[in-house]
């Protein structure tokens, strides 16, 4: 049997994979998820990092008034969302030349909802800051320094199953990562288009990369209790140069039922922003 296993394993591996993890379809709304979306937790469900850089990248490409980008973006996960097309519909809530703040809605073939999003975002111009009100230099190892993770073990999820944080990404862990308890930090690259054909943007960089705040930095073991977020804050104040994009967090939990996974964002040349999520506590089983 554990020849066999090894074999399924390596002709998955061997499989021709998506060319995204969303593809385009006729209706410029409409996606449709491929497997490279999968979280791992469960049989088939969605990755929060790939739902939000694909509301991101959706919202990116409404029209402002004048050069704006997202500044902060809140996604609401309401159920599982299965691997199946998804639709986003939009409204602008508050239009202006300064701000614009766009609410989506992510929903299934049926018209069930997924998730809620809210995106502000603001005017660009070029301002130059005193060095006391720049951001402290990059301390993070940088990853050229660090060892490629085998992608097939990283993150939950068995052996030989294509998911988000495995096909999708590529990542160099700091310190701490999903096999020690505490704090941790890992730099992150996407290695495939969020959607098929479009390039990947800046801030889809940094939002793919804020989710993994609770998977990076738990305290509790996964098979005694439940920590799951039930939202993803990111807060910018600038987008990435680059493809990697580091993220440097640390949870906590409360005796109520409920924590905070937060992290701040980097890149090669220093800080961007931070990211949040409110955490789900409970006992397994």
């Known amino acids: 049997m554990a020849g066999f296993s090894v074999s399924v394993t390596v002709c998955r591996e061997m499989a021709v994979l998506p060319e995204g993890v969303y593809l385009p379809t006729d209706d410029p709304s409409v996606y449709e998820s491929t497997e490279l979306a999968g979280a791992g937790w469960y ?9 939000a850089a694909l509301i991101a990248g959706h919202v990116e490409r409404i029209p402002t008034l004048t050069p704006m980008e997202i500044a902060r973006l809140t ?3 309401f159920r599982v969302v299965p691997l199946v097309p998804l639709r ?14 766009v609410e989506a809605r992510l929903t299934g073939p049926d018209g069930t909802l997924f998730s809620m999003a809210t995106v502000q975002r603001l005017r660009t111009t070029k301002l130059s800051l005193p060095p006391e009100a720049q951001g402290p230099p990059l301390e993070l190892t940088t990853p050229d320094r660090l060892d490629p993770f085998a992608g097939q073990t990283w993150g939950v999820g068995e052996v030989g199953r294509v998911l988000f944080h495995r096909q999708a990404i590529e990542v160099r862990e700091i310190h701490g990562g999903f096999t020690t308890k505490g704090p941790g930090a890992v730099w992150i690259r996407l290695t495939k288009p969020i959607v098929a054909g479009l390039e990947v943007t800046p801030v889809q960089r940094a939002v793919a990369t804020a989710d993994f705040c609770n998977g990076i930095s738990r305290r509790l073991d996964v098979s005694e209790y439940v920590f799951m977020n039930s939202d993803l804050t990111v807060h910018l104040a600038r987008y990435p140069s680059g493809e990697w994009v580091a993220l440097d967090a640390e949870s906590t939990y409360g005796p109520v039922g409920r924590g905070v996974a937060t992290g701040s964002l980097w890149d090669l040349e220093g800080p961007l922003g931070r990211s949040t999520q409110t955490l789900y506590l409970d006992r397994s089983g």
């Open 43 to 51: 049989q088939e469900g969605q990755h929060g990092g790939a739902l």
């Open 75 to 77: 996604v609401e996960i």
């Open 88 to 101: 986003i519909e939009t409204d602008i809530v508050r239009e202006g030349k300064r701000i614009q703040t």
